[in-house]
């Protein structure tokens, strides 16, 4: 009596594992899509968008163990791995770009191969460089284009290591970001300036992309083993150049998916340090950091004060930081002005100080309104790429 009740238990206990998962509507979860245009991306999206925020609330509270634990779900979703597939295959611009692999497209049942292959590893072919002109000027930038499967890998990673990082990242950085634009930036440029004019350190760090220590990244990256070996390899992988090889000892490729969230955690720590700077001086620490201004757009970005002083201390202050990532300033894009008032000489330097600056294609400066007694300022934002005329001409 007793074998046949334990032979009868046992029956019951395989059955349960054979039954398979499903949900409300009696549709087994498990089984995977016969045709690409079957997929229900909105049930994608929202599965991959529900693990993205436990990631942003387990990174918010320092919660590395879950971060890491989530990071690696994630990555291994199928869910997750359908969207990177379909972002790098259908909904990005460069997707007609090819890399060393020759593939420009891939059809409906090469895209389901594809994110059954999506696996980490170290293994990373070599990016193909493409030079693109600057606009209005002489100079080339180099791009790297990596083949579709790393493409659609680095897709896959960016959705893990994103909400990590967004929710350490600072304030005042616009750049590459999600629900950010350069708008944003400017407006909080016009916020900083509105009352008052004001000095402004207006700089741009020197190929950043293309510098960046590879190691002081990874250290600053501080993921689990398998996903630093991966992020390593794209970093060494090299790049093909007219049938040539060549290995690459620093920077980020411009043209991988991942590269501009790896340049913004190389950045994140400019504020930071300038606000500490702050806290340091005399009277209320808060307001002393109120009256500070940093704004970050991508590799531009320009620290506002109303004190000159202050501003030639946060520029040496940003030199010894970015030279310990190894980067630096560009002499020819940096330079120090006043919102208001006419170009006066520095005496230190013996430069002169200019009337406004220029930021994502605005020229920004003010201008004195009202009567003698009570002096008031107005904030202008002009383009700097077109004239008022040209703007006739493009409508």
Not at 211 to 236: D, F, G, M, S, V
Not at 303 to 331: A, Q, R
């Amino acid at each position: 009596m007793q074998t046949d009740s334990l032979v009868q238990k046992m029956e019951k206990v395989q059955v349960r594992v054979q039954m398979p998962k499903t949900d409300s509507n009696k549709k087994t979860v498990g089984l995977k899509p016969q045709k690409w245009s079957d997929i229900n991306w909105k049930v994608i999206e929202k599965r991959v968008f529900k693990l993205q925020k436990r990631i942003f609330q387990a990174s918010s509270r320092d919660d590395v163990k879950t971060i890491r634990k989530l990071q690696k779900t994630l990555i291994k979703s199928w869910s997750a791995r359908l969207l990177a597939v379909r972002r790098v295959s259908q909904d990005n611009q460069g997707k007609k770009t090819a890399g060393v692999d020759g593939v420009k497209s891939l059809s409906p049942i090469a895209r389901f191969k594809l994110a059954n292959k999506l696996k980490l590893g170290n293994k990373v072919a070599p990016t193909r460089r493409v030079w693109i002109p600057k606009p209005g000027k002489d100079e080339k930038r180099p791009l790297g284009i990596p083949t579709m499967y790393d493409r659609a890998l680095q897709a896959l990673v960016k959705l893990a290591l994103e909400p990590e990082w967004e929710a350490k990242f600072e304030p005042n950085s616009y750049g590459f970001r999600p629900g950010r634009s350069c708008h944003d930036a400017k407006e909080a440029i016009f916020n900083a300036i509105r009352y008052k004019a004001k000095y402004v350190l207006d700089a741009d760090i020197a190929q950043c992309f293309d510098r960046i220590n590879h190691e002081k990244l990874l250290r600053k990256l501080n993921t689990y083993p398998n996903l630093r070996k991966q992020i390593r390899a794209w970093l060494k992988a090299g790049y093909m150049d007219k049938n040539e090889l060549f290995s690459s000892n620093e920077g980020t490729p411009q043209g991988g998916i991942i590269s501009p969230l790896l340049a913004n955690i190389a950045l994140h720590g400019m504020e930071t340090a300038l606000m500490d700077f702050a806290k340091t001086w005399k009277g209320d620490k808060e307001k002393n950091v109120k009256s500070l201004s940093f704004i970050r757009y991508a590799d531009d970005f320009v620290v506002i004060h109303k004190s000159l002083n202050v501003i030639m201390e946060c520029k040496n202050i940003l030199m010894e930081w970015l030279n310990d990532m190894g980067l630096e300033l560009k002499p020819s894009k940096t330079r120090i002005c006043h919102t208001l008032n006419d170009p006066i000489l520095n005496t230190k330097t013996g430069k002169l100080i200019h009337k406004g600056f220029d930021f994502l294609g605005f020229h920004i400066r003010q201008y004195p309104v009202g009567i003698a007694l009570r002096k008031n300022v107005r904030t202008i934002f002009e383009s700097s790429i077109y004239t008022f005329s040209d703007c006739f001409k493009l409508w």
